[in-house]
Nanobody, 125 residues
Framework: QEQLRESWGRVVQARGSLSLSCTAS????????MGWVRQDPGKEREVVVV?????TTYYSEAMKGRFTISRAQNTLYLQMNSLKPEDSAVYYC?????????????????????WGQGTQVTVSS
């Protein structure tokens, strides 16, 4: 099982930017479909962005144009710009070795086998 560790989140003002990173310790992430998932208290987890091993990327509609996923070495990044208070949540890094031909299958939480511990991002208005 892969171990994923996110960087520390923090409090950011609205319209600000924040970059999160996720480091994998047991497996090269180039072999995995990687994603960022977030969860607001009282709500279900939702996929923010997913990127397959081939580079195909899915962004949740609310994050398109504001968030960017990238990989370098064995680290996954999430660049978040133009942050809004509703972006406040615990952000999780997730990985899976499963292959789905339909990208929408990667929006299901059950698609992922490995999870980071989560990191809190708070956007103040």
């Amino acid at each position: 099982q892969e171990q994923l560790r996110e960087s520390w989140g923090r409090v950011v003002q609205a319209r600000g930017s924040l970059s999160l990173s996720c480091t994998a310790s047991r497996r090269e992430i180039r072999h995995s479909c990687m994603g960022w998932v977030r969860q607001d208290p009282g709500k279900e987890r939702e996929v923010v962005v997913v990127q397959t091993t081939g580079g195909t990327t899915y962004y949740s509609e609310a994050m398109k144009g504001r968030f960017t996923i990238s990989r370098a070495q064995n680290t996954l990044y999430l660049q978040m710009n133009s942050l809004k208070p509703e972006d406040s949540a615990v952000y999780y890094c997730a990985a899976t070795l499963r292959y789905y031909s339909d990208m929408s299958d990667y929006t299901r939480m059950g698609a992922y086998d490995d999870w980071g511990q989560g990191t809190q991002v708070t956007v103040s208005s």
